[in-house]
């Protein structure tokens, strides 16, 4: 009797219509691109967020100024007073003030500016506006720096720099932009010789690595439409591709390698496509929803960036989900025993002729044998890579995260040497019916004194005041290196000291806190307080899915507790490596002492939804031998057998793609490529390999202990297979 679930008939459809399937999916493909490039995928408009006092003073600076950005030259010599210095820097101000968009061009030798020179006596600062949005800021710039750049050429005695937000945004851009071409070039010929190695086959490799690109150009186009009301940023593209790439080539690894299994046992073409539809189809279609509920777990983060997140990631996941269920049965039915095309002759050694993987049989035998040691041992290498975890301290990496390759940089460093702080201040944003009323202005007087007295703000401090006089900017270089612990200090002094002894005693007077450090500080403490609704939503969803599915309240709550284990021994290697620095040399990077704030919960809800992929493809098989007849110990055995090829050659995929990112130059990048692979491998080998199995021989037949009160819940159908 053939299966009716909706996966077996969207398989049997799609086998049956194989012109339909697959040029339907290339003109859905077609269409989604098509769409994305005439509606255009829309971006923030500015940096603004919806956290904290950082918020609220951003908001106030968009409606009271015209966009604008400052940039500062540096002029560095034996003597900022010199002829030479001032030479240099008559040479900058009139280079810069014959260039479109400049305004407010401020020379440190003109009264007023003197924190402009360092307190050494060597450096100076010319500093001024470029006004637009960032879009025109990025057509300004280039012939800025080239008169920059002139009279940099000019004047060799004295060392000239350019470093401000245009200048840094255009360098920092291109900088990133060349690291994700590098890790998208690298990422497709290894995910090729991956799976060749996996199937011995070219034809069946380029199976999973078109549905999964194709899905992921998909998704790019089509996530153009719900832009249009949450505005993605750039980092968008590279999160489609990281979990497209991941899940599109998982769900068809899944599908192909159950079709060859059965082709193995004598199906026949159509037969074998029916039954891997019916099987690893239904597996995918659980694992897809599972992975979904997880990514959308972003959606309650409280934060714009992980909201636009959460729709590309669940998108992705949902267009290779439909993908798998359509259009490769289509491909597959089309191209029958040619699948095999392109056989590479010595690979086949690796497996046993029934397809199972020598090797994980060796290690699977010897941990059925031995379960409560081997369960005891995999518990305990978890439990200590993940101690560090505990000791985990979360902020924005700021510049310090940045490569120091780039000129920019270099730039930026010999600033902050000069002028501690000026370059990433505390903007106090004060707003009042008039900022030059007696009162205010005394206040901001007073805001100024106060702040010195602190030790922990250094001139130059300078003030901007909008054209209707209602807002004023009081920039107030601060200690630290922009969002450490010092200048977190320095934020929290402003904010519950200095600002209500000053601008706090005037009568309806506001002033908030703004820049890399009160922005850092708001979306760590926003990140601490979503973090417990982010994962009860994961970890509830997850766990009745998983009962919906299996039949069983232990295997969900197992899942739950291996997933747990494996995201702790990531984050624990993460706190390891780039909190205490013990990896600096060999990936090339300096520890800034913590974790970058964003990458925890991102990591958790990639990696739980990842980590399911693997968990309901094992148990799908090992329930499916069970309710066949198997005992427990023998469907685990088989179940685990089966599955172990495919789940290596997946996981494999995913731990050299995620990889690549650590090789990338911005430290979070770094950090987020070695959480992904190290949790990934950690998962495929210790949980999946060792401790699932282990756990699963000990407990017997109550991994399907049901209550009594759940027992109304549908019994799962034994499906088609051949013996």
Do not use: C
């Not at 995928?41 to 604008?68: C, H, L, M, W």
């Not at 019916?278 to 909201?307: C, P, Y």
């Not at 450490?484 to 506001?510: E, F, H, T």
């Not at 040399?585 to 970058?596: N, R, Y």
């Amino acid at each position: 009797m053939k299966s009716q679930t909706f996966a077996a008939r969207a398989g049997r459809w799609s086998a049956k219509n194989k012109k339909k399937a697959i040029f339907g999916w290339l003109a859905f493909v077609i269409a989604a691109v098509a769409i994305g490039g005439l509606l255009g995928t829309k971006q923030p408009k500015d940096d603004a967020g919806n956290i904290g006092d950082s918020s609220r003073a951003e908001r106030i600076v968009d409606d009271a100024f015209p966009d604008y950005t400052t940039e500062s030259v540096l002029v560095q010599g034996k003597d900022a007073r010199g002829a030479d210095v001032r030479s240099a820097v008559a040479g900058v101000i009139a280079a810069v003030k014959k260039q479109t968009g400049v305004q407010n061009v401020k020379s440190p030798f003109v009264g007023g500016n003197a924190g402009q020179i360092s307190k050494d006596g060597r450096s100076v600062l010319v500093q001024f506006d470029i006004r637009g949005d960032e879009d025109r800021q990025d057509e300004l710039i280039d012939p800025i720096e080239a008169a920059v750049s002139g009279v940099a050429a000019q004047h060799r005695s004295v060392k000239i720099g350019e470093f401000g937000g245009a200048s840094a945004n255009k360098a920092l851009s291109k900088a990133f932009s060349d690291d994700f071409a590098k890790a998208e070039k690298l990422s497709i010929p290894i995910t090729l010789i991956i799976l060749v190695f996996a199937f011995g086959a070219l034809a069946a490799a380029g199976i999973p690595v078109l549905l999964a690109l194709s899905a992921v150009a998909a998704t790019l186009g089509l996530v153009s439409i719900p832009s249009q009301f949450i505005p993605v940023d750039e980092n968008m593209s590279s999160v489609i591709l990281l979990v497209g790439m991941a899940v599109g080539i998982d769900y068809t690894l899944f599908y192909l390698r159950r079709e060859r299994e059965e082709r193995r046992r004598g199906a026949s073409a159509k037969e074998a496509v029916e039954i891997a539809a019916a099987t690893s189809g239904r597996a995918v279609l659980v694992s897809g929803f599972t992975v979904i509920a997880a990514m959308a777990g972003m959606f309650f983060a409280g934060d714009r960036t992980f909201t636009a997140l959460g729709v590309g990631s669940v998108m992705v996941v949902a267009v290779a989900m439909i993908g798998s269920l359509t259009v490769v049965p289509a491909l597959l039915s089309a191209l029958g025993d040619k699948v095999d095309k392109g056989r590479i002759p010595f690979l086949h050694r690796l497996k046993r002729p029934d397809g199972e993987s020598r090797i994980w049989n060796w290690i699977l035998d010897r941990v059925l044998r031995r379960p409560l040691v081997s369960a005891v041992a995999a518990v305990a290498l978890l439990v200590a890579l993940a101690i560090p975890a505990f000791s985990m301290h979360t902020a924005d990496t700021g510049t310090d995260g940045l490569p120091r390759s780039l000129e920019v940089m270099k730039v930026y460093d010999r600033m902050d040497a000069a002028f501690p702080g000026g370059q990433l201040p505390a903007n106090v944003v004060i707003k009042a019916a008039d900022v030059r009323a007696p009162e205010v202005r005394a206040a901001i007087a007073a805001l100024r004194e106060d702040a010195l007295a602190t030790g922990q703000v250094s001139e130059p401090i300078s003030q901007t005041t909008s054209a209707d006089h209602t807002v004023a900017i009081v920039d107030l270089p601060i200690a630290g290196k922009g969002s450490d612990k010092q200048s977190i200090a320095a934020v929290d002094l402003l904010r519950d000291k200095v600002i209500p002894g000053s601008i706090g005693q005037v009568d309806g007077a506001k002033a908030y806190v703004s820049g890399l450090a009160a922005g850092s500080k708001d979306f760590n403490t926003l990140m601490k307080s979503r973090a417990p609704l982010v994962f009860g939503f994961v970890l509830v969803l997850a766990f009745v899915l998983l009962l919906l599915t299996f039949r069983s309240i232990v295997i969900p709550i197992k899942a739950i507790a291996l997933n747990l284990l494996s995201v702790g021994a990531a984050y624990g290697v993460l706190v390891e490596v780039f909190q205490y620095g013990h990896g600096e040399k060999l990936l090339g990077f300096h520890s800034t002492g913590a974790v970058t704030a964003w990458l925890p919960m991102f990591l958790f809800v990639i990696l739980f939804g990842l980590s399911m992929d693997y968990h309901v493809f094992i148990l799908s098989r090992v329930r499916e031998a069970f309710d066949r007849g198997m005992s427990t110990d023998d469907a685990v055995a088989y179940g685990i057998k089966q599955t172990a090829g495919v789940v290596t050659s997946a996981a494999a995929v995913m731990v050299a793609v995620f990889a690549i990112f650590a090789t990338l130059s911005a430290i979070d990048f770094k950090m987020m490529g070695v959480g992904l692979a190290t949790a990934i491998l950690i998962d495929a080998t210790v949980v999946r390999a060792v401790l699932l199995p282990a756990t699963m021989k000990l407990l017997g037949d109550w991994n399907w202990y049901l209550p009594k009160r759940l027992r109304w819940l549908p019994a799962p159908k034994a499906e088609p297979t051949r013996a």
